[in-house]
């Protein structure tokens, strides 16, 4: 018997990158997928290419800042399955390159949605099917810039702080319940996202990374695995770092 055999994932920024990674992951071990993503031509072809792998899986195309495309994920995970035993916050955005008097409000707007409000609609749409069934796993991805800040990307720093926070806030607010709300915090991992950054910002991150690279999709899909299991049973409001040693706190 696989780790998440007859269970549920809803995976956010599911086509590509450390979104698909998890997904593959959690696919590997047996769980049932609702994927999301903002791109459908993308997220029609990684849906296809897991279920050439063999994995059930379902494709929500939508804006995850919008509540409309969190309740369409869940009412796919409910209709075709009856059950969601695991929601995976992913989808993020870093935002334009800029000191912070350098860029207009609109950019921390977009920002936002994406990276924060996402996450509250989501978590806000599935909470209560795992408080009824008394049993879930929240996994939301940060950023070690959320702890660390980074320059010249303030409504990304600031965005993953606060996913930091509402990871710590819900987690103790389901504390007595069978539900753990947990977050990663990864240093620079090469993904498409890396084509919004200079060159200088990719640097100046892996530059600060004692073990000298960048991290692996793979290696982070690991962790999440970890975390959205049974076995994370005493642990809830936590934040794991995945750095390559820069964050030791």
């Known amino acids: 018997m696989t780790r998440f055999e007859q269970q549920v994932a809803i995976v956010t920024g599911a086509a590509t990158g450390i979104g698909y990674g998890i997904a593959r992951r959690l696919a590997s071990e047996g769980a049932r997928l609702v994927m999301v993503d903002i791109d459908g031509d993308l997220g029609e072809q990684s849906a296809s290419e897991m279920s050439a792998r063999g994995s059930d899986t379902r494709l929500v195309v939508g804006d995850v800042s919008e509540q409309s495309t969190a309740e369409a994920a869940v009412q796919s995970a409910l209709d075709t399955w009856g059950r969601i035993d695991i929601l995976v916050n992913n989808a993020g955005i870093t935002g334009i390159d800029g000191g912070i008097w350098e860029l207009p409000l609109e950019e921390m707007d977009r920002v936002y949605r994406i990276n924060l409000r996402g996450v ?15 049993y879930g796993r929240i996994v939301n991805i940060a950023s070690i810039a959320g702890k660390e800040g980074n320059p010249r990307m303030v409504p990304y720093s600031a965005t993953k702080a606060a996913v930091i926070g509402l990871t710590k806030s819900v987690g103790k607010e389901l504390a007595k319940t069978g539900v753990r ?21 990719v640097s100046y991150m892996v530059e600060r990374i004692p073990i000298g690279r960048t991290g692996e999709i793979n290696e982070i899909a690991a962790l999440v695995a970890w975390l959205a299991s049974e076995e994370c049973s005493f642990s809830t409001g936590g934040v794991f770092d995945i750095s390559g040693g ?4």
């Open 246 to 249: 820069r964050a030791t706190y």
């Open 181 to 201: 709300v947990n977050c990663v915090t990864p240093a620079v991992v090469h993904t498409r996202i890396l084509d919004e950054l200079t060159p200088e910002q």
């Open 120 to 134: 509250f609609a989501f978590c806000h749409s599935v909470i209560p099917h795992m408080i009824d069934r008394d």
